[in-house]
């Protein structure tokens, strides 16, 4: 198994430019999570999802789009990137439908600069 | 505001010696967490608490989960330059799927 993959590692874009952050997993979990990393407050939840066709939004949502057409991929969409956004993006995946339950795998991240 | 708050936020321990990293959460606990992080990496999973007064071990990394005061701390005995990296602990703290995390600590071990 490959577990949970991103794409791309890096990502460097202009103010106003829009991109897709890939994530997939192939461990056939239903619980599908974005999460941005900045120093000094942890991880923050951006989306969610529950399964295909389901997703909700986390603590850090606005700027951020995301659709969930099949269980092992959960792409999010910059609509039009800030430098707000410059972070560290981690997708995570899990068995069950609550984190509680079950434990999260994370993908690599991806580090992306807004300029 | 951090509802998650870990400490200290960073430590530098001798090999060999032991330490403790606590997190303390400003509401209920329904399951902790306990990830580490290598710089430019993403998360491991190291244990998962669920009940009061839980402990678990894994090699020389032994975390308790304190319900009554809603605190968990991670212990690691004779520190190794293996354990160097960033522990971020993360908790379910309304059953709502929705998982928070504490800013992290980071540990440099000292050969």
């Known amino acids: 198994n490959a577990g949970v993959t991103q794409t791309p590692k890096f990502q460097v874009l202009k103010t106003g430019q829009s991109m897709t952050l890939q994530c997939a997993q192939d461990?056939?979990?239903?619980?599908m999570s974005w999460y941005r990393q900045d120093p000094g407050m942890g991880l923050r939840l951006i989306h969610y999802?529950?399964?295909?066709?389901?997703?909700d939004q986390g603590e850090v949502p606005n700027g951020y789009n995301v659709s969930r057409s099949t269980t092992e991929d959960f792409p999010l969409r910059l609509l039009s990137a800030a430098p707000s956004q410059t972070s560290v993006y981690f997708c995570?995946?899990?068995?069950?439908?609550?984190?509680?339950?079950?434990?999260?795998?994370f993908g690599p991240g991806t580090r992306l600069t807004v300029l | 505001s951090q509802e998650l708050e870990q400490s200290p936020q960073s430590l530098i321990v001798q090999e060999g010696k032991n330490l403790t990293i606590n997190c303390t959460s400003s509401?209920?606990?329904?399951?902790l967490y306990w990830y580490k992080q290598k710089y430019g990496e993403g998360l491991i999973f190291l244990m998962m608490?669920?009940?009061?007064?839980e402990e678990k071990s894994h090699g020389k990394i032994t975390a308790k989960l304190d319900e009554k005061k809603q605190q968990s701390s991670l212990h690691i005995t004779a520190s190794q330059p293996s354990h160097a990296g960033i522990y971020l602990c993360?908790?379910?703290?309304?059953?709502?799927?929705?998982?928070?995390f504490g800013a992290g600590t980071t540990v440099t071990v000292r050969a």
């Open positions: 509401k209920t606990l329904y399951g």
């Open positions: 608490l669920q009940k009061g007064g």
């Open positions: 995570a995946s899990s068995y069950s439908q609550g984190p509680y339950t079950d434990t999260q795998y």
């Open positions: 999802s529950v399964g295909a066709g389901i997703t």
């Open positions: 461990m056939n979990h239903e619980y």
């Open positions: 993360g908790a379910d703290r309304a059953n709502d799927y929705k998982l928070s």
